[in-house]
């Protein structure tokens, strides 16, 4: 019998053959897990009730740097742009009691008072990519410092059928990536020199 798989993937050159097809990560196989977020035991709720969830952006503001008959560019400070939290909301109440929650907890709206502090206040998310069984996670993105810059709780429609969300946008102070690309430490990255 002819063997054909190994006729896949793109050409490496230098009579390597080709890689061959590995398995994709499937954008539908994640879990959001938060911590500290809204009362203490809540996290459970939030994690069953995602929807969908953007992953970490980030950029760097370009510096320009003149010479004598060109421009040369470096990285200035980094930025990292927010994330998008969709949930469902469900007939127990309890995600939108636990977004309420954490949206009195950065200022209670009934007295008009707020923390001194954002750590008071603030939480952690981590997204999760998993491989379809039960437990192997094969990324992690952890965003600390977070809160929510904008809650939207949609609208009603009596012409719609769908169900109800509640949108978060999340504003966060920085992000780590386990399991990928990103490093602890930078002399562990192929290639790094002093």
């Not at 060109?70 to 909301?89: Q, V």
């Not at 965003?143 to 769908?162: K, T, W």
């Not at 992000?175 to 930078?186: I, S």
Request: net charge negative; glycine share 10%.
């Amino acid at each position: 019998m002819a063997e054909t798989l190994s006729k896949f993937g793109v050409p490496l050159g230098g009579g390597q053959g080709r890689g061959g097809l590995l398995q994709l990560k499937y954008k539908y196989r994640f879990r959001v897990r938060v911590v500290n977020f809204g009362p203490i035991a809540g996290g459970l709720d939030f994690t069953q009730q995602v929807q969908s969830v953007s992953k970490p952006k980030l950029g760097h503001d370009p510096i320009d740097v003149h010479s004598y008959n060109s421009t040369a560019y470096y990285a200035g400070k980094h930025k990292w742009e927010p994330i998008d939290i969709s949930l469902k909301d469900d007939l127990t109440n309890n995600v939108a009691s636990l977004v309420g929650h954490q949206v009195q907890k950065q200022l209670n709206h009934f007295e008009q008072t707020a923390f001194s502090a954002g750590i008071n206040y603030k939480f952690v998310t981590i997204i999760e990519t998993m491989d379809g069984g039960n437990d192997t996670v094969v990324e992690t993105w952890t965003l600390e410092g977070c809160f929510l810059e904008n809650v939207d709780y949609q609208q009603l429609d009596y012409a719609e059928s769908g169900f109800q969300t509640i949108d978060l946008r999340v504003r966060f102070d920085n992000a780590t990536q386990a399991n990928g690309l990103m490093t602890a430490l930078p002399e562990q990255i192929p290639g790094f020199r002093l």
